[in-house]
């Protein structure tokens, strides 16, 4: 496990994360932010100290000419280092938000030659100017240069973004973490229909087919939800992301699932079935699938690779940098008692997918369950499916009903 882990983190290295308009302009407000705040008081009280404003006659409380056109000078040259150094820190800071980073050498390497550029023209600034515009220009140019060690500082830490990388215990952590609990997708019977002739054995759906299953379910919760790819912020508002499909499965308490459980969709009869896997398994096969390890330029699919998790259903705190993490892991306090566990794939913009459905595979399912109390009907049909897939070409032929459901026993009671 640990070895296949390492050369998926390998692969996911090699990747870089898509870039973001919205990340990028963070990363260099941060640094100017931080570059005023790191640089501001440090240049100000080192050009105090220098230039002799502690011997100033008290008395007549008269600053002479020449002694604030020297801490003008000395403030020139100590703020543009500083500058960059304060810089550096807050584009880091951001860059490393979520699951990318960077490094933090050339993005150091950037703000400081940012700061050295910031110095150069300063410096011509001061041979340029005599003392009387010596001030008013200075503050003038600065508004020029200020974002040039921000922006040079971005550059560097962008030239090396990556995906971060578990390592160690953590790594092995979350392997356990991944291994120790099951997950469960359950179906109604017009879905094993479709599972089990492996016309479409996994499927993904977009926010907007959840939206229009409730706008066509008549409002309907337990039929989708109007509110897909949306979340509700901390601060009273709303924040949508819809540029991606998803899978949803529902985290389960034990290795299969408990009456309670299987009553979840039991209004709207999604409980004839359980697939049960583990997060692992399905990971695996979907990034198989959809080649997602690959070099972004070899791979056939439009996406990005697969991000899974447990649902949300808080308010949440959502900016610019982490719209696209947080959203699609995010739902009403309502639906919280299906405990929901989901699989995320982001696509390249400006497609727009509705639904990915895969025909054929069945690697991911680890067993499937039929609910120990469907009714009579559902009975009869779930064991026609059955045998119709015996007798078929795909991964279900030749098989006996102990080999495709873990129960099959309760279908001949």
Known sequence: MSESVNIENKKQNRQKPPLSVGRITGEILAGTATGLVVALPLACVTGFLLSGFL????????????????FATIFAYVFPPLYGLGSTVGVYLVGTRGKQTGSF???????????????LMFSIGIYLSDELILIVFLLFWSLLVLLIPPILATIGFNRTRRYKELTGSLREGSNRCMSEFKIARF???????SIFSENSTFVLRSPEYYRRLYETSEGEDTKGDRDEGCAETVDGGTAEFTGFVVSCWTKLKGTEPTRDEWNIFKKNDQNVVAIVSTPSKVCEFLNKALETNKERTKRRFPFFPVQHREVNYEKVHVDHTNISDVVPFTKRAQFSGEEEYRFILIYVWPLLIDSFILGGGIDYMEKCFANPEMSKEDKERLQLILMNARCGYGDFSDKNMGEILANADILFE
């Open 55 to 70: 011997h100033v006659d008290e008395v007549s409380g008269f600053v002479a000419l020449g002694v604030l056109a020297k």
């Open 187 to 193: 179906v109604g019977i017009e879905a094993c229909k």
């Open 105 to 119: 050498l050339l993005t150091l390497a950037g703000g400081f030659l940012g700061g050295l550029l910031m110095l």
